[in-house]
């Protein structure tokens, strides 16, 4: 009859718009995806990060590996005796996380310049963040020893010292403290202690080549 044919025509009619409007769907999608595809990238902000361009991706920093490489470049200026620029690659690095070994670096780099003023603050947080670390004893008692701060500096090294008592240097630091502060036999036991501890390396070193050089 003419209304079931008319019907039909308009199911018919309906059923092309559905296709049609999941054709345009599907289109206008293939679209965008081509456009953010082909889009140029944009590069990330260089306020923090300078170089290298190897550790980053767009829109994202993964910061692990780009804090170690920062960590390498870094420690490559310091070795170069580039201290400014060590200081960069270090400071970029604490600006995302705290790291004790990065502050102590980053100290040596001011302590090389003899810039002792500034280097002590990161002395000190590489302690707090690290106390057990005898060496960061010893960094900073050895920045208190150059700002004249013979009190603190022994304290610091006392502690070095009781936290690795076979260090030499902690014991050639500790004695030019006490002949800073006018303990003549302190200094004197203290280097006498050095001495033993390089001579005992040093018989350590011949002993261990003569029995390689036996087998």
């Excluded at 289109?27 to 361009?53: D, N």
Aim: glycine content about 4%; hydrophobic content about 40%.
């Amino acid at each position: 009859s003419g209304d079931s044919k008319t019907a039909l025509c308009r199911m018919e009619v309906d059923m092309l718009r559905r296709v049609s409007a999941i054709v345009m769907l599907v289109l206008i999608a293939a679209l965008l995806a081509t456009a953010a595809f082909a889009a140029p990238r944009k590069r990330p902000s260089t306020a923090h990060f300078l170089e290298p361009w190897s550790c980053m991706q767009p829109y994202k920093v993964y910061e692990a590996g780009c804090m170690y490489e920062l960590y390498q470049i870094g420690l490559r200026h310091l070795n170069d005796k580039q201290y400014d620029k060590a200081i960069i690659r270090f400071s970029q690095i604490l600006s995302m996380q705290e790291f004790g070994l990065v502050y102590s670096n980053r100290g040596s780099a001011h302590v090389f310049k003899g810039d002792y003023a500034k280097a002590r603050p990161d002395m000190a947080r590489a302690l707090d963040l690290d106390p057990k670390r005898a060496e960061n004893w010893f960094n900073l008692a050895r920045v208190d020893y150059e700002l004249k701060r013979y009190r603190d500096a022994l304290d610091s090294a006392n502690v070095a010292c009781d936290l690795n008592p076979d260090n030499a240097d902690f014991h050639d630091m500790r004695a030019l403290i006490h002949t800073a502060m006018r303990h003549p036999k302190r200094a004197e036991a203290d280097t006498k202690r050095a001495g033993e501890i390089r001579d005992a390396y040093e018989k350590k070193v011949l002993s261990e080549r003569a029995m390689k050089s036996e087998q």
